[in-house]
């Protein structure tokens, strides 16, 4: 019913750009609040940013005056621009995408996952 599909990953080096870009396909469902998580091996999955469909974002601590959250409602699409990457930001980068289903129940849909490699 939602199909969220992720792209833009790749291997930068420190101190460089990289915009992920996730193309929502809801058939004719709305999706409320989406947004970024990434995870990297050994570690849990933690939120990056989230973004409303009123365009209110929320920012990681650990990526906040880096990377900027961004929604194109018309196109079902939101972007994750990357700024002074750090090794550290290597991980898996997921998009997220929920709605209120029947009966008030939350609906979560989660992509594929793509691959961000930041080199020291």
Known sequence: QVQLVESGGGLVQAGGSL??????STRGLSIN??????QAPGKQRELV???TRGASTNYADSV????TISRDNAKNTIYLQMNSLKPEDTAV???NGRRVGL???VETY???GTQV???A
């Open 117 to 119: 490699t930041v080199s």
């Open 49 to 51: 940013a989230t973004i």
């Open 64 to 67: 906040k005056g880096r990377f």
């Open 19 to 24: 915009r992920l870009s996730c193309a929502a």
């Open 110 to 112: 989660w992509g594929q």
């Open 33 to 38: 609040d989406m947004g970024w998580y990434r």
């Open 93 to 95: 980068y997921y998009c």
């Open 103 to 105: 009966y008030g129940i």
